[in-house]
């Protein structure tokens, strides 16, 4: 609104002096201070210089067109006939005179402010990407390594910048989850520490999956995501990023700094029966001195937490299959409260190089809970009948006598006694 200057009535038209006031305009915390607005008493003894910005009627700037265009609110107000005027466009746009020499203001309201000419520095603007209606959620750099040797993948989680605001503070609580896909979620989460009041945080923290095989590397994703952690209600999304594995060259360590983008929909198609359950390490070799199969059960891997802890006390079962006497069950020790257990115990199935070709070998993971039947983790089959690394391992047994090969296999949750599928 525009404050006249009212000074004496009676002082004589051609003595006085156009007084320019710099309007300043606020509009959503924006300042407009790049027009001029001339404001005089008396519009009905003032013409505007020239005739050529003032009102055709009054001679007010007030009526004229540019300032009529600033007046681009909804609400119309009763105006006098002679002072109202359109300007084309999409709607009509009035000013207002009050009165007969009265004070005349220009009826401007936050709605009907302008926007801010391109280029125009604002307190508080907003960044680019905002004003174009999406607000960045932040990057994250991380770098990404595969041990080939070792069937592990190593993720190091560097640091993020600019993360998106989660708490009232204007700050977030974040940490770095990871999961593989396809496969179950909660068989292979790893998750960083939780970094405090930050949205810069750096975690110089690294995470390893082990039982990562070649297979693995060409039909595997991994989902790195960042949260907000909250104490007293579930924990928010900030952001997430896919790279598949298929990119990382064996042994070879790729760095990585990518925008955080918004949560992508996971893929619920794939067949339930074949969800992962994590890895074991097994080997597996044919001793000519004793006649018979080594079993050994080296390590699990990321198993499924079948606790309200969010733990197992996992252990493992072996059989040689077709099993007549029912003699062929071995079992390993407990392992408490863990999802990666290392059991290094080896069994020996007695029996003749010749017949090994009509066996199967069934391996499964159980969760040992006291008073109660104990809880299915997963299993896996290798023999004959199976496919993928399950038949190779046993192929390259029967071929290499005396030699131990080891493998990592992924656990299913379907009980063994069909053939699995890879």
Partial sequence: MCQNDASGSD???SSRCFRPVLHT????????AHRRLFCVNRAQEVRARAGKCGCASCGSLLCSAPVLRLVSGRRRVALPAECARRVPGRRA?????????????????PRSLPRAPKGLDRPGAAAPSAARGGAALGTLDFSLLYDQENNALHCTIAKAKGLKPMDHNGLADPYVKLHLLP???????????????????????????????????IRKTLRISVCDEDKFRHNEFIGETRVPLKKLKPNHTKTFSICLE?????????DKSLEERG????????SSQKQGLLVGIVRCAHLAAMDANGYSDPYVKTYLKPDVDKKSKHKTAVKKKTLNPEFNEEFCYEIKHGDLAKKTLEITVWDYDIGKSNDFIGGVVLGINAKGERLKHWFDCLKNKDKRIERWHTLTNELPGAVLSD
């Avoid at 305009?25 to 407009?32: I, M, N, R, T």
């Avoid at 207002?96 to 009826?107: F, I």
């Avoid at 918004?262 to 794939?270: A, H, M, S």
């Avoid at 890895?279 to 044919?286: E, F, M, N």
């Fill in 262 to 270: 918004k949560q992508l929909p996971v893929d619920k198609t794939e």
């Fill in 93 to 109: 746009r009035r000013c207002e005179c009050h009165g007969q020499g009265g004070t005349m203001r220009a009826q401007l309201t």
């Fill in 183 to 217: 496969g179950a979620s909660k068989a292979n989460k790893l998750r960083t520490k939780t970094l405090r009041n930050t949205l810069n945080p750096t975690w110089n923290e690294t995470l390893t999956y082990y039982g990562i095989t070649d297979e693995d590397m």
């Fill in 11 to 13: 002082e004589d038209v």
């Fill in 279 to 286: 890895r074991i390490l097994v080997s597996l070799k044919y």
């Fill in 25 to 32: 305009f606020l509009c959503a915390g924006s300042v407009l």
